[in-house]
């Protein structure tokens, strides 16, 4: 293993379009939401475990989220879990834990990954990573991996590639984040573009420079971080200076903003689990195409519902199509399932209502 080669797991939001089952106390990474025996954070842990050594592994998440990942990651060192004092989006955490990555290694490699997707293909997976640590190990650019649209879907970025390439990766020409659906339709349709996955690799160089004009104490920050005394101080610039920080993506950070980001189509197979018509496109279905999970029921003329609720409860419904229900230990949602925002309109209204015992 190349001990220049690091992972920051992004693991410090909250999963809203998952809710009721992802919630602010447990969101969705640390559940085990296809019965493996294994929570997502687990599962995104063990694949870069195999790649890099795992004193190399940052996992940046939310402050009130510390003992969870250090509960279900047991072999991961307290100061490898970076936290978060408020959840203003991933370039941010990012930030964060880059300067205690500089204070390790100011050399290193890194791949910044989300903790709640899924890859099916192990082995085509560890080529690519691979590959593409030993591309900006030498290149002074960022490498997004990208996967071809299969839908027009509008809950992506999309990635527009150029007809230059090097080392087989394509150029970046362009990036559009969440199109509308007759934007995305002409973009599945051009041949042109890729779903990112918001998998990034990049060497800490590059990042910094990346991120000077909106973090300008990363730096200093990082020194603090290596000189390992002035823990106070360190801790007071946090305090002080992310509240001040905009909210911002990892993703529009880097696509948005620079010029040397080039696209690695993804060869491993990639499946993102953003919400719940995600989730119900990645299970098996009945007959009716209903996804039922580990409940007892009877159906009555119900066609592709997704059922998520306690192991063994006994779920009857009749005349139902295209809904989710489900269930936390708190309420029971009963709604269409293939529409993230009213998911979280719903979410919204239900916490101004009930107030956060339903968050």
């Known amino acids: 293993m190349n001990k220049n080669n690091y992972c920051i797991i992004l693991a410090g939001g909250i999963g809203s379009k998952l809710w009721p089952m992802s919630h602010n106390a447990m969101p969705k990474q640390f559940l085990d939401l296809f019965a493996t025996g294994r929570t997502m954070l687990q599962m995104t842990y063990d694949r870069y475990s195999r790649l890099l050594p795992k004193e190399n592994i940052f996992i940046s998440t939310y402050k009130d989220y510390a003992d969870i990942v250090l509960e279900q990651l047991p072999e991961v060192a307290r100061e490898q879990v970076v936290l978060e004092p408020l959840q203003i989006s991933t370039a941010p955490a990012t930030a964060l834990t880059l300067t205690h990555l500089m204070a390790r290694n100011p050399d290193a490699n890194v791949i910044s990954a989300p903790a709640d997707q899924l890859v099916y293909d192990g082995a085509a997976f560890d080529r690519q990573i691979k590959e593409g640590l030993r591309f900006v190990d030498k290149e002074e650019a960022f490498l997004a991996i990208g996967i071809k649209p299969t839908r027009p879907a509008t809950s992506y970025g999309y990635l527009q590639a150029s007809e230059e390439t090097k080392d087989g990766f394509f150029k970046l020409k362009s990036f559009t984040e969440k199109p509308n659906v007759e934007f995305a339709r002409l973009f599945c349709e051009s ?96 007959a009716d195409g209903n996804v039922v999970g580990d409940s007892r029921n009877l159906m009555y003329d119900c066609q592709n519902n997704l059922i998520k609720v306690s192991a063994g409860k006994v779920v009857i419904l009749q005349d139902l199509e295209g809904y989710m229900v489900v269930e936390n230990d708190k309420m029971l949602v009963v709604c269409k399932k293939d529409d993230p925002a009213f998911v979280r309109r719903i979410m919204n209204d239900a916490q101004m209502k009930f107030g956060d015992e339903v968050m």
């Open 191 to 286: 041949g042109e573009f890729y779903w990112s996955t918001g998998i990034f690799l990049w060497n800490v160089k590059t990042m910094i420079k990346a991120m000077h004009q909106d973090y300008p104490e990363i730096e200093k920050m990082a020194a603090l971080v290596a000189g390992g005394a002035d823990v106070e101080r360190y801790g007071a610039i946090v305090t002080e200076q992310y509240p001040r920080i905009r909210f911002q993506s990892v993703d529009l950070l880097i696509l948005e903003h620079h010029d040397h980001v080039y696209i690695a189509p993804c060869t491993f197979g990639w499946a993102d689990v953003g919400s719940w018509k995600n989730y119900y496109d990645l299970q098996g279905k009945d």
